[in-house]
């Protein structure tokens, strides 16, 4: 359905912005933008939830500590927007406030979005979702301040590997051109995002590398985290972020993927690729995501869910 993004705000008074589960720059830069264009253009103050912890190198996004973990689940919104959510289980029990708002919109860019919401605005030729939010802000003639410009270069940057994954394109170094004209540092925001990561963490990273398994003559690369991992380094959610795009950079590799443990009957892939269609992949699974790169959620402990992906990697 289309949607005009300007006459639904200005005429929603209570309004709740969603990030998805484990935030990555992507999820939490669009929707800091949004936050901050919101309110310059309306003078609206609205809320944010994340349904994971903030990882770190994103605490410098502006107006991030304005994001809440915990809501109240009695509140009616009257408007309700959801952020590069790719599937609407992806905001876990925010759920409850976005099945009970007077109106709801779905902004993303996953080409295996479903389409829910009373609106929504998809585009997965976008290289992020804050390029689909860009393009938003621009059709809709809304003037960018530096917070917005910072939020949203963050959102691409990130989602695009700093600009070296193939779903960087043109338009996407253009926007992101322009987002610098703005008041975003490129210099600043790069060393925020990939240069702030404590010792723990690249220790944690560098044990799971080390454990890695390689099959079908190094085609195929993927390490396990248990949850007796996490406690050994004290680690977060965020530690395992990049581990599937290390094994990938290995010349041989084709196929990557992280297995990590959620409980004893669930484990959560994420998938990395250099040609083949990990999102198709995964959707088997009940997940998705881009051609290249996908996650899902698999019922069943690390080493059955393991065995049940790779039957499905046809190399």
Same mark, same amino acid.
């Given at each position: 359905?289309?949607?005009?993004? *300007? ?20 999820t ?23 349904v ?13 500590y304005?994001?809440?973990r ?51 605005i998809? *585009? ?20 960018? *301040? ?41 210099? %600043?925001?790069?060393?925020?995002? %990939? ?18 398994? %390689?099959? *079908?003559?190094?085609?195929?690369? %993927? ?45 959560k ?12 992949i ?34």
């Amino acid at each position: 359905m289309n949607c005009n993004l *300007n006459d639904i705000i200005k005429n929603s008074n209570k309004i709740l912005l969603l990030s998805h589960m484990n935030p990555d720059g992507d999820t939490l830069g669009s929707m800091c933008a949004l936050y901050s264009m919101i309110y310059n253009r309306f003078k609206k103050k609205v809320d944010m939830n994340v349904v994971s912890n903030i990882p770190f190198n994103y605490k410098f996004i502006p107006n991030i500590y304005q994001a809440q973990r915990y809501f109240d689940k009695s509140l009616v919104y009257d408007l309700v927007i959801t952020l590069d959510v790719a599937a609407i289980d992806r905001v876990m029990d925010s759920k409850i406030l976005f099945d009970k708002a007077k109106c709801t919109i779905n902004i993303d860019h996953h080409k295996t979005n479903p389409g829910f919401g009373d609106y929504q605005i998809i *585009n997965p030729n976008a290289s992020s979702c804050g390029e689909v939010l860009f393009d938003c802000f621009k059709d809709e003639d809304w003037n960018f *301040n530096k917070d917005s410009a910072i939020c949203l270069y963050t959102a691409i940057m990130t989602d695009t590997g700093n600009f070296r994954f193939e779903n960087t394109s043109s338009k996407t170094l253009r926007a992101a051109a322009d987002l610098v004209d703005f008041g975003a540092n490129p210099n %600043y925001i790069y060393k925020m995002c %990939y240069e702030t990561k404590s010792k723990n963490f690249v220790m944690f990273q560098n044990y799971c590398i080390n454990k890695a398994t %390689y099959l *079908n003559d190094n085609k195929i690369a %993927y390490t396990t985290v248990y949850k007796k991992d996490l406690e050994k380094f004290s680690a977060g959610d965020d530690y395992t972020d990049g581990l599937a795009e290390t094994l990938r950079a290995i010349d041989t590799t084709e196929v990557s993927f992280v297995a990590k443990e959620v409980d004893t009957k669930l484990t959560k892939i994420s998938m990395r690729s250099k040609g083949v269609d990990v999102a198709n992949i995964c959707s088997k699974f009940g997940g998705g995501g881009h051609t290249f790169a996908a996650g899902c959620t698999i019922k069943a402990n690390v080493e059955d869910a393991i065995e049940k992906l790779l039957k499905e990697i046809k190399l």
